[in-house]
């Protein structure tokens, strides 16, 4: 498929947790649409978007696919640039260091800064 | 301008999909072009042509339909939310051996990279969702 | 450049509270819906000093609430003028 050009800045604000409704991997379906079409891509996961990270999910217990290997696909796609915002991380005592997938813990002032180098921003 | 609508919510559950419509009614009344409207998760219902409301309220997938005819509008339901939901168009139903094929139309199924096209060639991006 | 955001929820979520933690000095908050709840709240929030604030008329009207002086009512034509006139939007749901 043709890549629309010039790729354009996107940034994907992953807000939602991952298996209570279906945000969170709607979300990451248009990451990954994204990606194939190589544009320029930022994925941030803020407040209880955060909750995607948590290590050892095991959503075979609900029928539901395990969205935190889904999330661990993303260097496959060269999508590399994945924030998390540090509040929501230590409010929830998540470990940065102990989640499912390498991130960048990062600040609100990170994220606005995000926000304004975009062309388009979707929040899900 | 040449502006995009993601439409993210269903009609009747929230009042996203109804703004969505008054923002795209507003914005072909002040000179704009709407390069694409593209409804995805639950906004897919808004493509749904059995949706049958009461007589007395506001029939909102009726008036995406006219809105969308009037103005030759480019309109996509995103193929995997809608076949998730049941919004079938007649090769998709056929395909799946379902009994019904309810999608509008004047709306066609298409995949995200519609979206990420939209993206790239619109100025603009506005999302509704709830 | 600047971005519009639209919030769309009560002050029950935090979609409000989320926007203003990533909003910059410039930026436009278009509250629509049932947003239009928070307009008393967001016009006496010290966050709000360096941001434009809006609220969409219908929505309003709709719902019988009357908009501090700090919040500017608008109808969809100038939502449409605020979403061209910013570089981009945020919708916060």
């Known amino acids: 498929m043709s890549s629309p ?13 991952p298996y209570g409704s279906g945000r969170a991997k709607a979300c990451l379906d248009m990451v990954l649409s994204a990606a194939v079409f190589e544009q320029r891509i930022n994925l941030v996961f803020m407040d209880d978007g955060v909750w995607q990270l948590q290590a050892a999910q095991q959503p075979k217990s609900i029928d539901a696919k395990d969205l935190s290997a889904a999330l661990s696909a993303l260097p496959l796609f060269e999508v590399s640039n994945i924030f998390a915002e540090s509040e929501a991380l230590s409010s929830r005592n998540l470990d940065p260091a102990a989640l499912a997938i390498d991130v960048k813990a990062c600040s609100a002032e990170t994220i606005a800064a995000l926000i304004r180098e975009s062309d388009v921003v979707y929040q899900l | 301008m040449k502006l995009t609508v993601l439409v993210y919510s269903a009609p009747y559950s929230t009042e996203a ?91 066609v199924l298409s995949g995200l990279g519609q979206l990420v096209d939209a993206n790239a060639k619109s100025d603009r991006v506005m999302s509704f969702g709830a | 450049m600047s971005t519009l955001h639209t919030v769309n929820k009560t002050a029950a979520d935090d979609a409000l509270a989320a926007c203003l933690k990533v909003a910059s000095s410039g930026d436009s908050v278009l509250l629509i819906e049932d947003g239009v709840y928070q307009a008393s709240k967001l016009a006496g929030n010290p966050q709000t000093r360096a941001l434009k604030l809006f609220a969409l008329r219908e929505d309003a009207d709709a719902r019988g609430i009357s908009l501090p002086a700090t919040v500017t009512a608008i109808g969809y034509a100038q939502f449409v003028e605020l979403a061209c006139e910013h570089q981009r939007s945020v919708s916060w749901f």
């Open chain 1, 5 to 17: 050009n010039p790729p354009k800045t996107i940034t994907f604000i992953s807000r939602s947790t």
């Open chain 2, 17 to 107: 999909a109804y703004s969505a419509y008054r923002f795209t009614a507003s914005a072909l009344a002040a000179g704009h072009e709407i390069y694409r409207l593209f409804f995805y998760y639950d906004g897919v219902h808004n493509s749904n042509a059995s949706s049958a409301p009461p007589q007395d309220e506001f029939d909102l997938v009726k008036a995406w339909s006219e809105l969308i005819k009037t103005h030759k509008l480019d309109a996509i339901s995103c193929v995997s939310s809608a076949l998730r939901r049941g919004v079938l168009d007649a090769q998709e139903a056929a395909r799946y051996e379902k009994e019904a094929a309810s999608l509008g139309s004047q709306f």
